[in-house]
């Protein structure tokens, strides 16, 4: 588990970065509705939410919500995320 953190591309020099370039040139044309369902206690993903709204045209206008809970939200707020899931599907 400690190593997992070393496998995220953050940096320029990272094995992997030519694929998250190429992930995010599909997602900065994707305009198809998007919504972020993030947790509060996540200090791995804290603050993806916004670059994620902020660079995915789908995302914009979008109700994105910050739920209770830490790294695996769909165990800690499983309700919540079935709602937000079933409210962007009545509204698409």
């Known amino acids: 588990a400690r190593q997992f953190p070393k496998l995220v591309p953050v940096t320029p020099e990272h094995a992997s970065v030519a694929e998250n370039r190429a992930a995010w040139k599909v997602l ?3 305009d198809k509705p998007v919504v972020t369902a993030f947790s509060d206690n996540d200090p791995v993903t804290r603050g993806g939410d916004a670059q994620l ?3 995915i045209p ?3 206008g979008q109700p994105h919500v910050t739920l209770r809970g830490g790294h695996f939200l ?3 707020s499983p ?3 079935v709602e937000v899931i079933d409210a962007l599907i009545r509204r698409a």
């Open 53 to 55: 709204q902020a660079r």
């Open 28 to 30: 900065e044309a994707f």
């Open 79 to 81: 309700d919540e995320i």
């Open 74 to 76: 769909q165990e800690d």
């Open 58 to 60: 789908g995302a914009k």
